[in-house]
């Protein structure tokens, strides 16, 4: 990332936050670099002389009017629901994580009409899975997702370097730092299920390969990782953010375990 790169893409008009998705950083920090360096932001005019409506998403997808966006609102959400799959497994795009995150339903529905035309467009395989799917596994799929979100508030609250959810290769790994990778997993237990890929996938790529997990349901290990529990990482986090973790970790045991209502999650 240099200065040139980035005042290219303001360039052809792309915005701080579209540059940020490509680097795989917060926008906030695009925006600190224009502002310091003076870069110069594109702006669209009409032929009157107005400007022309942009639009660009935020993190949560939700679409806004930029000065320097995307020209055209359809391809504006087209890319939004294509950076929703990318974040996500394909068993984790369920109803109810599209409910969490309403702006993708909607833009599925006003784009394709339906999800499977949507689900078909992506070449996401969802064949029977949103009736099929057991409501556990589905359950512990959006706990999972959940998860990943408290390691990224830990990271950040250690000031941690980390590019998160960047594709490299065939992989995607939650976090990375230099030649470190990161995978947040709901239990000790997810990692090592054969089904599984990830340990198998990720060392191809790095030789230092942490799991941090929320539930401790094993004992079994495996050399090619090191396994770290979330609550390992107390002792330099915030007292709120450890009741949150805590808090957490009560309700996902109680889902996985038996014992929880799945229509309150």
């Known amino acids: 990332m240099n200065m040139e790169q980035i005042q290219t893409f303001l360039d052809a008009g792309y915005s701080s936050n579209r540059i940020a998705k490509y680097y795989g950083v917060h926008h906030s920090k695009i925006d600190r670099i224009i502002r310091r360096h003076g870069l110069e932001i594109y702006e669209a005019f009409?032929?009157?002389?107005?400007?022309?409506?942009?639009?660009?998403?935020?993190?949560?997808?939700?679409?806004?009017?930029?000065?320097?966006?995307?020209?055209d609102k359809t391809?504006?959400?087209?890319?939004?629901?294509?950076?929703?799959?990318?974040k996500h497994d394909p068993d984790e795009i369920t109803i109810e994580l599209l409910k969490k995150y309403r702006y993708i339903e909607r833009y599925s529905y006003k784009i394709f009409g339906?999800?499977?035309?949507?689900?078909?467009?992506?070449?996401?395989?969802?064949?029977?899975?949103?009736?099929?799917?057991?409501?556990?596994v589905r359950a512990c799929a959006i706990q999972g997702h959940d998860f990943q979100i408290l390691v990224k508030k830990v990271f950040?609250?250690?000031?941690?370097?980390?590019?998160?959810?960047?594709?490299?290769?065939?992989?995607r790994p939650d976090?990375?730092?230099?030649?470190?990778w990161y995978d947040a997993k709901l239990s000790r237990s997810t990692a090592l299920n054969p089904s599984c890929e990830t340990i198998e996938?990720?060392?191809?790529?790095?030789?230092?390969?942490?799991i941090i997990y929320a539930i401790d349901d094993t004992t079994a290990t495996d050399d090619r990782a090191s396994f770290v529990h979330i609550s390992e990482y107390y002792p330099y986090i915030?007292?709120?953010?450890?009741?949150?973790?805590?808090?957490?970790?009560?309700?996902?045991?109680?889902?996985?375990?038996?014992?929880?209502?799945?229509?309150?999650i």
């Open 175 to 180: 976090f990375r730092w230099e030649d470190q």
């Open 75 to 86: 391809e504006c959400m087209l890319d939004a629901i294509a950076e929703f799959i990318r």
């Open 238 to 264: 915030s007292s709120e953010l450890q009741r949150e973790i805590d808090a957490f970790i009560r309700k996902a045991s109680q889902v996985k375990f038996g014992g929880e209502s799945f229509g309150n």
């Open 201 to 210: 996938k990720y060392r191809k790529h790095t030789d230092y390969l942490t």
């Open 46 to 71: 009409d032929e009157n002389g107005g400007e022309v409506t942009t639009w660009d998403f935020d993190d949560d997808f939700k679409p806004y009017k930029t000065s320097g966006g995307y020209m």
């Open 156 to 171: 950040d609250e250690l000031l941690m370097p980390y590019v998160y959810e960047q594709k490299y290769s065939e992989c």
């Open 114 to 136: 339906n999800l499977p035309t949507m689900y078909e467009y992506f070449n996401v395989d969802k064949s029977a899975v949103e009736y099929s799917m057991n409501k556990k």
